[in-house]
């Protein structure tokens, strides 16, 4: 059973499907103060910068230096919601717990011009800013969160379209995969996701893509041809509608040849992990997301 910490995500989801029961983008950006669900982590500093062109923002714990590793983290929100700012805690939570820095990003939501491919080609501009600083590959870590899960995927390829060294791996959070909504998941979770509905995420592909055929494999990561990505872990809640979007594409990057974990937490909804600091589930999970992630980028393991 979910903890009363965890309910938290539980009920706060709840308030902003009901909110938005014929969504429009607008109503998700209204009801985007999702950082009020993450603990305030301790001993972080935070900088606005131009990332080459794109705004974002750095999350640098105490006693992380310019040599440490970097998160190169994509926020949720379905393209129509989320900054920067909604998930600068949880993010600095996972770099506090690696022990390197975390520079999240503020791309363009859909409303803003930002269908496909532009979140991308921002992510790619912000990736390359980061390369031209002096940090190399081998430390960077991609990760993010439902949407920014798919643009961890999506940015990479991208990248090494434009012969761009990939970084260490990708840290996949419930990531938005499927852009098909064909899960099953979809069915046997629609009683149990309090966040979404299939019809909803349907709406926000179409609007994302804008036209696009969603098995384009530039947009759709279970069409993505995926030569040369380093490891990935994924993480997801067994109530959610995406669940099997972590499913899928778990399954489809080990056929690839991909290192791939998976780990479905019992209980847990869409993104739990934002409880960061104030739930027992989510803490667990930024610990094993460090544990996996710090000998990838080239950091002694803890105990």
Known sequence: MASKESQRV??????????TMNPQPDDLVTNAQWDLLTGEPRGVDYLEVDAGGV??????PHGAGD????????????????SMFTHRKMFAHLAKAIGGRALLIDYKL?????????PVIEG????RWLLDQGVPARRIMFTGDSAGGQMAVTV??????ESLPLPAGAMLISPWTDLEVTGDSMGFNADN????????????????LNGCDPRDPAASPLHADLTGFGPVYIQVGDQELLLDDSRLFAKYAEQAGLDVRLDEFPGQQH??????????????????LAAWARPKLGLESQG
Do not use: N
């Open 10 to 19: 539980d009920r706060y989801w709840a308030t902003v499907r009901r909110s």
């Open 193 to 208: 996701d309090e966040l979404f509905t299939k019809e909803w995420i349907t709406e926000m592909a179409g609007a994302f």
């Open 55 to 60: 705004p974002a923002l750095w999350a640098v």
């Open 156 to 161: 990479q390829l991208r990248a090494r379209a």
């Open 110 to 118: 859909v409303f803003e011009g930002g269908v496909f491919p532009q």
């Open 67 to 82: 040599d440490s590793p970097v998160l190169l983290c994509f926020h949720g929100g379905g393209y129509v919601g989320g």
């Open 124 to 127: 790619v501009t912000a990736y």
């Open 271 to 288: 993104t739990f992990q934002m409880a960061a600091g104030l739930a027992p589930e989510a803490d667990d999970a930024i610990s094993r």
